[in-house]
């Protein structure tokens, strides 16, 4: 019997429902997967509260870790595996789930579980986003906003790796303390100064290179500000509410900007990028290039707390919840 996360509406963490139900044995190319630990991921509230819509009724989590124990004909896994999964499908707040094969990936030995739950989507968004949309080189200045968040604190470690200069916004001193600590070069508090003109002064007027902004509309006129002449804008999520109604006039008053919404699948699309993003990130966990901040660990039944403090700013780093 399997414990499955539930939503028949959109609406608040109140939506999220528990339901048990028996799973069939797996079907040609399916796995079914024991959950050990299930990332939490700004994605999840997006679905949960329609601004990503989903049919309903629709599992809820993209994420999780876990140990194979049954196997479909063709499906290239063997019982015992230890396996992880980043999506597409939903479904991942569950004690136990059948789904393709081709969405698991087998965790290395010497990664451990809770790494794997919580950091392999964010490891790949912070790979795609560098490397493979912004290209970020050696020497720029780039800013981050949320920078303490779970994607936020990869991205500066990760920009910091190739050699960029990096430019954090937090909201509180203790987010500071841990976007310095992931080597963040400069910390705004957007609480207390603001953004733009502070980039601006850091960079002796230039503006930054690239701008990534997983908070949306709430910082869409900062980074307009703050990103130099044919600088990129890389809007990758929506915590602050979507940004709508680009004006493209706009981008040229402010220096022939570039911006775009990426999303990760458009980027892993191909089984071969998807390896080579993940062997990627597998290998800088291994090297402590990148080091998976856990801050919040919850029961999988504390699902709905863990959104509301997420949707609240309570969170730093990464939250897994724990099966």
């Known amino acids: 019997m399997a414990r499955i996360a539930q939503i028949s509406q959109v609406g608040g963490p109140d939506v999220i429902r528990w339901i048990d139900v028996d799973l069939p044995a797996p079907g040609p190319g399916q796995v079914r997967y024991r959950s050990t630990a299930v990332g939490l991921n700004y994605i999840d509230t997006y679905h949960r509260s329609g601004l990503y819509p989903v049919p309903m009724p629709s599992g809820l989590g993209v994420e999780a870790a876990g140990v194979v124990e049954a ?19 939903l479904g991942a707040y569950a004690t136990q789930r059948n789904i393709p094969g081709s969405g698991l990936f ?15 989507l964010k490891g790949c968004t912070a790979e795609f986003l560098v490397e493979r ?11 981050v906003h949320a920078a303490a968040g779970g ?25 500071a303390q841990a976007a310095h600590a992931a080597g963040a070069d400069e910390i705004i508090l957007y609480t207390q100064e603001p953004v733009a003109s502070r980039v601006r002064a850091l960079t002796g007027g230039a503006g930054v290179r ?13 980074s307009l500000d703050a990103t130099g002449r044919r600088g990129m804008i890389v809007n990758y999520g929506n915590a602050g ?5 680009v004006n493209l006039g706009t981008l040229a008053q ?29 290998d800088l966990f291994r090297k402590k290039v990148l080091n998976v901040t856990v801050c919040q660990t919850y029961a999988l ?21 724990i099966v």
């Open 106 to 120: 087998l965790i290395p030995d010497d990664i451990d579980d809770l790494t794997a739950a919580a950091g392999l």
């Open 210 to 222: 690239v701008t990534f902004d997983g908070v949306g509309a709430a910082t869409w006129e900062a």
């Open 71 to 89: 196997v479909g004909d063709g499906a290239n896994f063997s019982i015992g595996d230890r396996v992880c999964t980043f999506g597409p499908s």
């Open 254 to 282: 402010k220096g022939s900007l570039f911006t775009t919404r990426p999303t990760l699948f458009d980027y892993y699309a191909a089984p071969e990028e998807r390896a080579a993003g993940i062997d990627q990130v597998w």
């Open 151 to 175: 994607v936020g604190l990869l991205l500066v470690q990760w920009l910091k790796h190739i050699g960029a200069r990096v430019i954090g916004t937090v909201s509180t001193p203790q987010k």
């Open 133 to 143: 949309c912004a290209r970020v080189q050696p020497g720029w200045d780039v800013l």
């Open 241 to 245: 509410g979507p940004v709508a109604g």
């Open 301 to 321: 039944k504390e699902a709905a707390q863990a959104h509301r403090d997420l949707e609240a700013g309570r969170t730093t780093g990464s939250s897994v919840l």
